[in-house]
């Protein structure tokens, strides 16, 4: 994977490799020495009862956080960690065919959980894992069409190279944790707003585009006077339009009730690019996944805070192939800190 600037390959493991700057604590391999912010673990271990140390290891800036909120520990992502770390209770890892099995059974057990506990309502005979998954969301059969349209979001969003939380799941692989934990620990990373939120926030972004119907062009420009980042656009990777876009706008022209949500949000696209490229002529910044994936699981009927977990599903695919080849090749994964007394806030 590569979006075309400078690419830096390092030592399996990360051996050897500072990924972070921190205040916490140092470990002198050399000399056998590590410390606890500034202090001999000598020292600390003598003098704090170990609830003491929780807030002096904190440290001071421990509640003063930039950034968006974490996410609610009841909402719909930790039901799917719980669900995951439920339907893996018994599961073998190092015997695929079990583990096939336990991750068939989730995504219908992640609905079931959604929605209530109910297990299943009515027929799912003959319908795919992601029909299932839809039958149960929204109690009715679907249609060939909406089934067909979910599996194919699936089967795009199933992977994407080394993520954050592909890469989460591959730090568990590393430890030799089972496949359900590594799992669990993908969905946890997945959860962040960064990462698995954004077609939640388009649904949002379209809702508030159209009160602005007259003036889209002047709503946009605001919102990046204000610094906002519009979500469905931008890529880390990707300099071009990513090819999933193309395919899930394609999807959702067939999939919408009315006409003139499709032009609408088609508008709010073009307006939004041509903001972006009048702002950042320098670099391509282009609709990413997440637009048209917020619309086309809309369309599907499926409520937008349901958006992370139907996402999350489709991404066991990938997890999973990474957790084996991980385990394959493996070698600890256990970059380094390096301690600074103050690192930037
Ligand atoms: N809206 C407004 N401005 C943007 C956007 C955007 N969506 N994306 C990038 N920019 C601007 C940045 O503000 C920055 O401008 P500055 O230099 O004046 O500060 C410049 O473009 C930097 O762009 P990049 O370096 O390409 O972006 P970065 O790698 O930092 O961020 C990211 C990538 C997080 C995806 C960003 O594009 C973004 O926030 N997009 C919106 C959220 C979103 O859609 N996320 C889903 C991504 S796809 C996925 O995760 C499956």
Redesign the pocket.
């Known amino acids: 994977m590569t979006n075309g600037g400078a690419v830096t390959e390092v030592p399996a493991g990360l051996e050897g490799v500072v990924v972070a700057h921190t205040a916490i604590s140092d470990v002198d391999g050399t000399a056998g020495r590590l410390t606890y912010r500034g202090r001999d673990i000598e020292e600390v271990v003598s003098g704090f009862a170990w609830e003491d140390l929780v807030p002096w290891l904190a440290g001071e800036r421990a509640t003063a956080l930039h950034g968006p909120a974490a996410r609610d520990i009841d909402g719909p992502m930790a039901a799917m960690v719980r669900v995951v770390l439920d339907e893996g209770r018994d599961v073998n890892s190092d015997d695929w065919q079990d583990a096939y099995a336990f991750i068939r059974r989730v995504p219908p057990a992640v609905a079931s959980a959604l929605v209530g506990a109910r297990r299943s309502d009515g027929d799912e005979e003959g319908l795919t894992i992601a029909g299932r998954y839809l039958a149960r969301l929204t109690g009715r059969r679907p249609t060939a069409l909406e089934a067909a349209a979910l599996n194919a979001y699936w089967v795009m969003a199933a992977e994407h190279s080394l993520n954050a939380s592909t890469f989460a799941v591959r730090i568990a692989a590393s430890t030799g944790a089972g496949l359900p934990l590594a799992l669990a620990a993908g969905v946890a990373v997945l959860a962040g707003p ?2 698995g939120g ?1 077609p939640t926030d388009v649904l949002d972004l379209l809702d508030e585009a159209r009160r602005h119907p007259d003036d889209l062009a002047a709503w946009i420009d605001a919102k ?1 006077d204000r610094r906002e ?8 990777v990707y300099r071009a339009l990513d090819p999933r876009a193309r395919a899930l706008k394609t999807w959702y022209a067939q999939l919408a009730r009315e006409r003139e949500a499709v032009a609408f949000a088609a508008r709010v696209e073009e307006a939004v690019l041509r903001a ?1 490229r009048a702002r ?1 002529p320098e ?1 391509v ?1 282009a609709t ?3 637009y048209y994936a917020g619309v086309v699981l809309d369309a599907l009927g499926i409520p937008r805070m349901w958006c992370p977990p139907t996402f999350a599903c489709a991404r066991l695919a990938g997890w999973t192939a990474h957790y084996y080849e991980q385990r394959r090749q493996n070698r600890l994964i256990r970059p380094l800190a390096r301690y600074d007394p103050d690192p930037a806030p």
Do not use: S
């Not at 980042?229 to 880390?236: D, I, Q």
């Open positions: 960064l990462h954004a990046l980042r519009l979500p469905g656009f931008g890529h880390r972006l950042h670099r910044l990413n996944v997440e």
